[in-house]
């Protein structure tokens, strides 16, 4: 158990529609990320958090959002959802106080297909 | 250019045998760290080790080994004596410092598969 939380754990739902997927990062945990892998590709980056403000965007579609509130968890917001969309959605989260290359913990991940 | 390039995509070993995947890395800092993780088919990402630049000790964990090389670039992982449970997709990735903030980079992975 890596201490990071993600729900919901799978999720199906249509395209056009909206979901919400939601992390909790290990306690204490300021950075997080989330990252896209679609089916037997690798992990492309999304967007990094760290205390409550955007740090780094990486391949996030204009349909996607997402934020990290006062109490560090964060939310990722996929709307207008297309079928190429389906993917499993890590969260992961570091400790990041210091620069000292922290490790960074992946939940297990949310999946979603979208049919 | 690829910051971290896993030159294997996939690799197949019949059990028992050693298998090395190769990890080479591109950075201009001086502290930098590195990482293995391990995916395996039911999709959770585990992390495996840590390294910072500064330990060239090879680090040895079981039937897990890391060798470390500075003057190669490179990271790699072995597994002695693989076995069936090993079969995944192993990502390798470098955190450094880019911005003014901590980047982290993950290479495409290699898929291992063993065979029994």
């Known amino acids: 158990d890596s201490g990071v939380t993600q729900t919901p754990k799978h999720l199906i739902t249509a395209t056009g529609q909206r979901v919400t997927l939601r992390c909790s990062p290990r306690?204490?945990?300021?950075?997080v990320y989330w990252y896209q892998q679609s089916l037997d590709q690798g992990l492309q980056f999304l967007i990094q958090?760290?205390?409550?403000?955007?740090?780094a965007k990486g391949n996030i579609l204009e349909r996607f959002s997402a934020q990290q509130f006062p109490d560090l968890h964060s939310e990722l917001n996929l709307s207008s959802l297309e079928l190429g969309d389906s993917a499993l959605y890590f969260c992961a989260s570091s400790l990041d106080r210091v620069y000292s290359g922290n490790t960074i913990y992946f939940g297990e991940g949310s999946w979603l297909t979208v049919v | 250019a690829q910051k971290v390039t896993q030159a294997q995509t996939e690799i197949s070993v019949v059990e028992k045998e050693d298998v090395t995947l190769d990890c080479v890395y591109e950075t201009r800092d001086t502290t930098y760290y590195l990482f293995w993780y391990k995916q395996p088919p039911s999709g959770e990402l585990v992390f495996l080790i840590r390294?910072?630049?500064?330990?060239?000790q090879n680090e040895i964990s079981g039937r897990y080994s890391w060798n470390f090389q500075k003057s190669t670039s490179s990271f790699n992982f072995t597994i002695t004596a693989s076995q069936v449970v090993d079969s995944a997709v192993y990502f390798c990735a470098l955190r450094e410092r880019s911005g003014g903030y901590q980047k982290v980079t993950f290479g495409t992975g290699t898929k291992l598969q063993v065979i029994p």
């Open positions: 390294r910072n630049s500064f330990d060239e």
């Open positions: 306690s204490g945990d300021l950075s």
């Open positions: 958090y760290y205390n409550g403000e955007e740090r």
